[in-house]
């Protein structure tokens, strides 16, 4: 039986295991279609990545729901991805979903590792996810400010990743259970630490897009 003091920090977890899971495939299906060679060998990279930490998290999740470790074959998601993150269909929106979904999962990842759940496993992958968000952002950077159609198609893809996340992240942190049970500081905002990433995002001011 589930320990309901776990609950929350389960659901936190298979989200983002969930992300990771669907990245990872995202980036060998769709990544080997990228741009250039150096970016579809770079994609089935953080493929490797992003399902090596969605592996983590599933185990960590079991561990938290049996009260003991063991191993887990993971077939499928548990069905919380995000929904922009599971239609990429392409480079542009794989880039959206890949720099969204590792905000996203940086801040939660770097809450619960300043928390008294965090664990040697959470601190690693903290470290390990700078080099997934890193090669994220420089992707995002050059589709923003390119030429043609890509700008305004990023965007748009960016900016439906973003909403998703940013009204899930919302709906967290007004969950008074995060902090009853530690899990983010008093003074923490989800959405402010959410911000900050995607703030290092810069867009071409004259692209203009159909919402």
């Known amino acids: 039986m589930v320990n309901t003091e776990n609950d929350v920090l389960i659901e936190l ?7 990771k899971f669907i990245m990872g495939d995202h980036l060998v299906e769709i990544g080997v279609s990228g741009p250039n060679l150096e970016a579809s060998l770079s994609s089935v990279a953080m493929a490797q990545s992003e399902l090596g930490h969605a592996r983590l998290l599933y185990n960590w999740v079991e561990e938290l729901k049996h009260g003991k470790k063991r191993k887990i074959e993971i077939k499928n998601q548990t069905g919380k991805a995000f929904s922009t993150a599971m239609d990429t269909e392409d480079w542009i929106s794989l880039i959206a979903s890949l720099f969204i979904t590792n905000a996203t999962s940086k801040v939660i990842l770097d809450v619960v590792a300043n928390s008294p759940y965090s664990t040697k496993t959470i601190t690693k992958m903290v470290k390990e996810q700078k080099d997934n968000i890193t ?7 050059q589709l923003a400010n390119d030429k043609g159609n890509v700008p305004v198609k990023f965007q748009r893809d960016f900016n439906e990743a973003k909403k998703e996340a940013y ?5 967290w942190e007004n969950d008074d259970r995060l902090r009853h049970l530690e899990i983010i500081e008093k003074n923490t905002s989800l959405i402010e630490l959410f911000n900050e990433e995607i703030n290092s995002i810069s867009f071409n001011e004259d692209v203009v897009y159909a919402k």
Request: one cysteine or more; glycine letters at 0%; hydrophobic letters at 40%.
């Open 13 to 19: 977890l298979e989200t983002i295991a969930d992300n």
């Open 135 to 141: 090669y994220a952002r420089s992707w995002c950077n």
């Open 167 to 171: 009204d899930w992240l919302l709906y």
